[in-house]
C-alpha cells in the first residue's frame, strides 16, 4: 500500500516539476579558543606593524566569526568570514587602509568568555576579567562589546560593574517574543524557602543555603542596558555549558559530564544498566524559569569549558552542538585515570570538538562530523535562507499524506493555518501557501 502511495506521489511529483535538493546547513560562530595552547597548532596572533597614525600595533588574530556548512554528509573546516586579507591593508610595508588595518586586528577583542549572543543582525560578547584584574579596575569586571554580524565591525564597547553578573552558560533570541534569554550565573543570593526545602529543584552544595551560594538561573536580559531579570528565584547547581532556544519557543541546556560509562560499539557511551550515559539535555519551561522532567542523557561525553548550540528552522527537534569528543579524562602515562595531560593534547584528543545532533524528543545525539582544527564557539547560530519553514504539520516528526492534504487545503482556502498553531510551512510572516510548498512537502514526506 504504501509502495503504491509513494509511486502515485511521485507521479503527483513529476507533473509538477518537483525537483529534489540536498539542504546544506550553515552555521556561523564565534571562536572562542578554551584549550590549553602551544601554538603547534592553528591558534597565532601575526604581528603586522606599528600604525603611527592609528597609534597601535596591529594585529592579524585567530579570533573572529567563522562559518562551516554540513551538507548531511560532510562538514567543512571552519573558516573565517569576514575573511581578513593583510594584502586589502598593507603593502611592501606600507600601511595602505588605516580603516581596514583597524578593523582587522579589532577581532582580537571578539573574546566572549562570559557568553555571546547574535541577535537581530548584531553580535555581543561579554568578557569578564579575573577577580584580581576586576579588583585592580574598581570592581568593573565585564567588557561588552557589539559586533555587525556580517561585516565584523565593532560597533561599541562598554565597560560593566561585577554586580551584574553577566556570566551565563549562553544566551540567545526566542523567536516567539523576540527577547533573548540566558543562563546565567548568580552570586550572593537569598534563596526562597519553596526552592530550598524542594529537593526536585534545589540540592545544597556547601551547608549554607543562603547569601553565599551561586548557581543559574533562567533570565532574560535587555541587550542596551545589559540588565537581567532572573525568571525564578530558584538557581540550579548543574555546571551548563550551553542553551538554546528553538522555532517553537522551546529552551534547552546541556551539562558538562560525561566520564563515568563505557564506550560502546557505536561509539555512545553507557552506564552499568546500559543505559546512555554523558553530558545532559535539559528543557527549561521560559515563562516559570523552572527545569521541566528529568535531564535526559545524550551518550556523548562533554567537559567543563565553553561549548555552544543552536536549532535551524527546518527542524525544530534538532539541536545542534558544537562539544567535545570526549570528556578531557583518560588514562595517563603511569595508568592512572584522571584528567588527560594538557602537554599531549595534540595526540591525547583532549581539546577535539565535533558536531552534535541532539534529537529533543529523545535526548539522544548523534555525532554528525569531528570539527577540523579542533574550532570551539562561544556562540552558534544557523544561517538560513529566506525560504519556508517547512515542518510536518501534525508536529509528530513524521510525514504522511495527512500532512499534505493540510497543506493542499490552506493552499486552495479551505483551511486556515492559524488552526496549526503556525506549522503551516509558510514563509515568515506570510499566509501564502503555493505549488512550491506543496512540491516541498512532498519531497519531504519521501525523504529527499
Not at 524559569?289 to 536549532?311: D, H, K, V
Request: charged letters at 20%; glycine letters at 10%; a negative charge.
Amino acid at each position: 500500500m504504501f509502495k503504491k502511495l509513494q509511486l502515485v506521489l511521485l507521479a503527483a511529483a513529476t507533473m509538477m516539476g518537483m525537483c529534489a535538493t540536498a539542504q546544506t546547513l550553515t552555521l556561523k560562530g564565534v571562536y572562542q579558543n578554551n584549550r590549553y595552547d602551544d601554538h603547534a597548532d592553528h591558534n597565532y596572533s601575526e604581528y603586522v606593524g606599528w600604525n603611527s597614525t592609528l597609534g597601535k600595533a596591529i594585529f592579524i588574530v585567530e579570533n573572529g566569526i567563522y562559518r562551516m556548512d554540513w551538507d548531511g554528509e560532510d562538514l567543512d573546516t571552519p573558516y573565517k568570514e569576514p575573511a581578513v586579507n593583510k594584502a586589502d591593508f598593507y603593502v611592501n610595508g606600507q600601511f595602505t587602509d588605516n580603516d581596514k588595518a583597524l578593523w582587522a586586528t579589532n577581532f582580537n577583542l571578539m573574546f566572549g568568555n562570559s557568553g555571546a549572543v547574535m541577535a537581530n543582525g548584531v553580535i555581543t560578547t561579554v568578557y569578564s576579567r579575573n577577580d584580581q584584574q576586576t579588583e585592580e579596575n574598581d570592581n568593573i569586571r565585564y567588557i561588552v562589546r557589539k559586533w555587525n554580524a556580517e561585516t565584523g565591525d565593532l560597533l561599541s564597547s562598554v565597560e560593566f560593574h561585577d554586580s551584574l553578573n553577566l556570566e551565563s552558560s549562553g544566551m540567545c533570541v526566542n523567536p516567539k517574543d523576540g527577547k533573548v534569554y540566558g543562563l546565567f550565573l548568580l552570586t550572593q543570593q537569598d534563596l526562597p524557602e519553596e526552592i530550598i526545602n524542594d529537593p526536585d529543584f534545589f540540592v545544597d552544595q556547601d551547608g549554607v543555603s543562603t547569601a553565599t551560594d551561586a548557581g543559574y538561573c533562567l533570565c532574560s536580559i535587555d541587550l542596551e542596558t545589559m540588565t537581567i531579570t532572573p525568571i525564578t528565584k530558584g538557581l540550579y547547581y548543574s555546571n551548563f555549558v550551553t542553551f538554546a532556544i528553538n522555532a517553537d519557543g522551546r529552551a534547552f541546556a546541556m551539562t558538562s559530564g560525561g566520564t563515568a560509562g563505557v564506550i560502546g560499539e557505536d561509539g555512545k557511551m553507557y552506564d552499568i544498566d546500559g543505559n546512555l550515559t554523558g553530558a545532559m539535555l535539559c528543557e527549561f519551561d521560559l515563562e516559570t524559569g523552572l527545569m521541566l522532567e528529568n535531564p535526559i542523557a545524550t551518550g556523548y561525553c562533554s567537559q567543563m569549558y565553553r561549548q555552544s548550540a543552536c536549532f535551524g528552522k527546518a527542524n525544530p527537534n534538532i539541536m545542534y552542538w558544537n562539544g567535545y569528543f570526549n570528556s578531557g579524562k583518560g588514562y595517563n602515562e603511569y595508568g592512572n585515570w584522571g584528567p588527560l595531560p594538557d602537554r599531549y593534547w595534540l595526540t591525547n584528543g583532549k581539546y577535539d570538538t565535533s558536531l552534535y545532533g541532539i534529537d529533543i524528543t529523545t535526548g539522544e545525539a548523534t555525532r554528525l562530523a569531528n570539527i577540523t582544527n579542533r574550532f570551539t564557539f562561544s556562540c552558534m547560530w544557523a544561517v538560513e535562507e529566506d525560504e519556508p519553514d517547512y515542518r510536518d504539520v501534525n508536529a509528530d516528526g513524521v510525514w504522511d499524506i495527512a500532512d499534505v492534504n493540510i497543506i493542499i487545503n490552506i493552499m486552495l482556502g479551505k483551511d486556515s493555518a492559524d488552526n496549526y498553531n503556525g506549522r503551516a510551512y509558510l514563509t515568515e510572516g506570510d499566509s501564502v501557501v503555493d505549488i512550491a510548498d506543496v512540491n516541498i512537502c512532498i519531497n519531504k514526506m519521501l525523504g529527499n
